[in-house]
């Protein structure tokens, strides 16, 4: 009879712990205030939030001066994170003009090369302020600087330094082709000679020379 009430006082005993154990690990949590509160399962691997990738910017505003595509604006926009391209306008000095380009940046870092091909072709204007000014002679004057035009193409390497997605300055250096319409050739031959009714056929040159272009970028 002993040995069936102790079998009988063990059997309780485990099922009252089990009641416990159960009775604990379903229970909400009591807070400081002494009001339940809830506690969410535990979120699996799959539904754990991924990290969002940082945003970066897509549109800019450039400022250059350099020679030969003069000083300007241009609106900037990346499609991607290593392509910007690039259309704005431009003054050489003479007469206004327009431009596009493309810049190519593989690295994201601080200090990052860049690789660049740019195109602008300016208006007819009249070039003889600049060499009265480099000459510091006011008498000076050639009818075959008064209607010139030229554009451009040009190749450059160059350094960036600042934030891929702020501010951000640049130097770049290459090579560059201009084609030169003088369109007052004429006017200086009929000058020379005396002669109005002599006609010349409107010249282009090709020069190929140095190109350099210094600036600064902000994207936002």
Do not use: C
Request: no cysteine.
């Amino acid at each position: 009879m002993a040995d069936a009430l102790h079998s009988s006082e063990r059997m309780l005993a485990l099922v009252a712990a089990v009641a416990v154990h159960a009775t604990t690990s379903s229970a909400p949590h009591i807070i400081a205030d002494g009001q339940p509160t809830l506690s969410p399962p535990p979120l699996t691997e799959a539904e754990t939030p991924s990290p969002k990738a940082p945003e970066r910017a897509w549109f800019g505003l450039v400022f250059d001066a350099g020679a030969p595509s003069g000083a300007g604006v241009s609106l900037a926009w990346r499609p991607l994170s290593w392509l910007q391209l690039e259309v704005g306008g431009a003054t050489n000095g003479m007469a206004p003009g327009a431009r596009a380009g493309l810049v190519l940046s593989p690295l994201r870092t601080f200090v990052r090369p860049t690789l660049s091909l740019h195109a602008g072709q300016f208006a007819v204007g009249d070039a003889q302020p600049w060499v009265r000014w480099v000459m510091a002679d006011e008498s000076f004057r050639a009818p075959l600087l008064d209607d010139l035009r030229y554009d451009y193409a040009a190749a450059l390497l160059g350094l960036e330094l600042g934030a891929p997605d702020g501010l951000s300055f640049f130097l770049r250096g290459g090579i560059s082709r201009t084609t030169i319409v003088l369109g007052g050739l004429e006017a200086q031959l009929r000058e020379l000679s005396g002669d109005e009714s002599l006609t010349a056929t409107t010249p282009t040159l090709e020069v190929i020379a140095p190109s350099l272009q210094l600036g600064a970028e902000i994207f936002f």
